[in-house]
């Protein structure tokens, strides 16, 4: 079965500060990776996904992301965070055979002003 | 507008009472999902459907059932709700075509409270 970890429940940064969220998933084949946003009171958004080629992508908002399959893991990452980055964050996995979404259980992010 | 559309967006009941959750998009996206979120949980997946008339169950579909009459609607019934059932719903829609399976478009949510 495909599961997805994220390692921090809770991360509290400063404004412009470095963000990297750790994101691990399990399964040996073929994998969609996507990384989602969820603003306070407000559903889901999609920040970026991975389906193939070029492991780095790049999303909205300045966030990025980079596959690393031999360490099965997708972690998110931006260079400099601002306030309006405040949100909880999920991975999700799909992979190849099944017909669902898995979802971490979300990192809260807290950026101060 | 691109959309999902959910109803109702709030909703308190109390336990056993039967309701319905209505969601519905305007993507022509033939997958179509149900998930929940609680605090410390994530989001756990109630049931999919792939197309019409086909429907899955996801991680969590104890105590709940789902239709896909037509495309556009995935209603989620709760027949006999009970306080452990309290949570956001989130429904979602997405593409699924040639086994290739794409970025899921989210609804509102409804937050549901049973007592």
């Known amino acids: 079965a495909q599961s997805v970890s994220q390692h921090n429940h809770h991360v509290i940064l400063s404004e412009a500060a470095s963000l990297e969220l750790g994101c691990n998933y399990s399964y040996g084949g073929t994998v969609n990776l996507f990384w989602y946003v969820q603003y306070p009171g407000q559903h889901l958004q999609l920040l970026l996904k991975y389906f193939s080629g070029d492991p780095l992508v790049k999303g909205i908002k300045g966030f990025e992301a980079e596959f690393i399959k031999s360490k099965f893991s997708f972690n998110l990452r931006k260079p400099s965070v601002q306030w309006s980055d405040t949100a909880e964050y999920f991975c999700?996995?799909?992979?190849?055979?099944?017909?669902?979404?898995?979802f971490g259980k979300g990192t809260m992010l807290l950026v101060s002003p | 507008e691109a959309q999902v559309t959910q109803n109702p967006r709030y909703l308190i009941t109390v336990t056993g009472k039967k309701l319905t959750v209505t969601c519905s998009q305007n993507m022509n996206h033939e997958y179509m999902s149900w998930y929940r979120q609680d605090p410390g949980l994530g989001l756990r997946q109630i049931y999919y459907?792939?197309?019409?008339?086909?429907?899955d169950k996801g991680d969590v579909p104890e105590g709940y059932k789902v239709s896909r009459k037509e495309k556009r609607n995935f209603p989620l019934i709760l027949e006999s709700p009970s306080p452990n059932q309290t949570s956001l719903y989130f429904c979602?829609?997405?593409?699924?075509?040639?086994?290739?399976?794409?970025?899921?478009?989210f609804g509102p949510g409804t937050r549901l409270t049973v007592l």
């Open positions: 459907s792939m197309n019409v008339e086909v429907t």
């Open positions: 979602a829609s997405s593409l699924y075509t040639g086994g290739i399976y794409n970025e899921q478009f």
């Open positions: 999700a996995v799909n992979a190849e055979g099944y017909s669902t979404l898995t």
